[in-house]
């Protein structure tokens, strides 16, 4: 089956062996990558004396023709050539005898360790623009409903009134630590490997620096070893898509939740839900529950990256051609993911009603009266004795803390005063919470505004 590099066999290769060691389905992605990467490297081959101008020019153009029937479908990897470089290379040559001088000081070793980080740069990049996206709609949503409170919650228990907005910058926050993860993997990855070679280098006289230039990397390795055998770049990028599809997962339970009935703060619009084979009522979240289960699968990646790089021997294994599926697995899902918060987030309908009606469960204004009595001097201990004593009474007379007169909080403790009245109102409790970074109206105005173009770096 595979139609060269067999000059040193007496038989030709087992079909289920040809079958088994090729990476044609995983490599079609890399296919410009590894165009990009030959004509570069043919640029340098001239420069450095080994193949004539003529040479480069026609093996640039070959490649560039092979380029063109890729996109157009027309150019398919077979395996028989087992990966992306030998059917690159073997079509090469059908369209230029010079393209038998390509593979001049380069190995396939060196060829897919850039193939990768070149493919893996342009990934960062995208992920980085899908994240922006996500967080210009929750900015945007925020901005929308400024105004809007919820009930905060810990435990799922409800804790203390907050802004809407609060809850979707928090978000906000997150992705832009996810997209700085991103950001820093692609500073690490931004190198070439490319004149590595197989392991050692080469005793031709090349110049990697130049290579790394034209591809515009940072620079060229600096240990051949190093620069083929390790996959570290692939472990990272997962390990920054794990940690976005754990902040997607928990956006996405959050949305499954709210859109409930028994919270109905929001309200997926038709177009991005799904019905039920035999309940005609249904309109299920199956989206969004998607992003939260797809996460497992990014988690998986990571361990089987893991798994895959532990305890390899120094330079180039074939085992390292098993990163490919986990780290492309990690980033599909992570972009597909991200798409769908984006809709799910720039189309749902924020039930404002239904929030201003659960806010006003005045219990959870137990602190503000609390920090009301540090106020008037009563150490924070024993404010939370006394409150909490004002809670037991209204939890064992059904009663709500609003409607608690001044004489009856004053049984508690006596620092209470008519103005403690006033803040027992959701709206007031978060207008006040105003300290760094908190809930407070101001706060909020302040973060909205200086979001513009931002991005929360
Ligand atoms: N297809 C391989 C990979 O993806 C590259 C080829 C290296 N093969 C070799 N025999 N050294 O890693």
């Not at 038998?100 to 995208?126: F, G």
Request: charged share 25%; with cysteine.
């Amino acid at each position: 089956m595979a139609k060269n590099l067999r000059e040193r066999f007496s038989k030709a290769i087992d079909p289920y062996n040809a079958e088994f060691v090729a990476s044609v389905r995983e490599d079609d992605r890399l296919v410009p990558f590894d165009i990009q990467g030959s004509i570069a490297h043919a640029k340098m081959l001239a420069q450095q004396g080994l193949i004539s101008h003529d040479e480069r020019d026609a093996i640039t153009h070959g490649l560039q023709k092979i380029l063109a029937e890729w996109q157009a479908g027309k150019f398919t990897l077979d395996p028989a050539y087992e990966d992306v470089h030998m059917n690159v290379e073997h079509r090469l040559t059908q369209i230029t005898p010079a393209g038998a001088k390509l593979h001049t000081a380069r190995s396939r070793n060196d060829q897919v360790a850039l193939d990768l980080r070149l493919w893996a740069a342009q990934e960062c990049d995208a992920i980085i623009g899908a994240i922006r996206t996500l967080q210009d709609i929750l900015g945007a949503r925020a901005q929308q409903h400024e105004k809007v409170i919820m009930p905060g919650v810990t435990h799922l228990q409800h804790a203390q009134p907050i802004h809407v907005a609060h809850a979707l910058l928090a978000w906000y926050d997150a992705l832009a630590r996810d997209a700085s993860r991103f950001a820093s993997c692609w500073e690490r990855l931004n190198v070439s490997p490319l004149g590595a070679c197989a392991l050692a280098g080469t005793s031709l006289p090349i110049d990697p620096p130049f290579v790394a230039r034209e591809l515009s990397l940072a620079g060229a390795f600096s240990n051949s070893l190093d620069a083929v055998g390790d996959r570290d770049f692939c472990v990272e990028l997962t390990v920054a898509c794990a940690l976005l599809m754990v902040h997607l997962s928990q956006m996405a339970e959050m949305l499954v939740l709210w859109s409930a009935p028994e919270f109905g703060y929001v309200e997926l619009p038709d177009e991005l839900c799904t019905s039920s084979s035999i309940m005609p009522q249904k309109k299920n979240p199956d989206m969004i529950e998607l992003v939260r289960a797809k996460a497992g699968r990014v988690f998986g990646a990571v361990s089987e990256l893991l798994a895959t790089l532990k305890a390899l021997p120094l330079g180039y294994n074939r085992d390292l051609q098993m990163t490919k599926g986990p780290m492309f697995a990690a980033a599909d899902t992570s972009l597909g993911c991200l798409r769908a918060m984006s809709l799910a987030f720039e189309k749902l309908e924020v039930n404002v009603a239904r929030l201003e009606q659960v806010s006003h469960n005045s219990q959870m204004l137990a602190t503000d009266l609390a920090e009301y009595l540090v106020r008037k001097g009563v150490a924070f201990r024993s404010a939370h004795a006394a409150v909490g004593q004002i809670m037991r009474h209204c939890a064992e007379r059904r009663q709500e803390l609003a409607r608690l007169s001044l004489k009856e909080l004053r049984r508690f403790n006596p620092a209470f005063e008519k103005d403690a009245l006033d803040l027992l109102d959701p709206r007031v409790s978060v207008a006040r919470r105003n300290s760094p970074g908190g809930t407070g109206t101001d706060q909020v105005r302040k973060r909205l505004a200086g979001l513009r173009g931002a991005h929360g770096e």
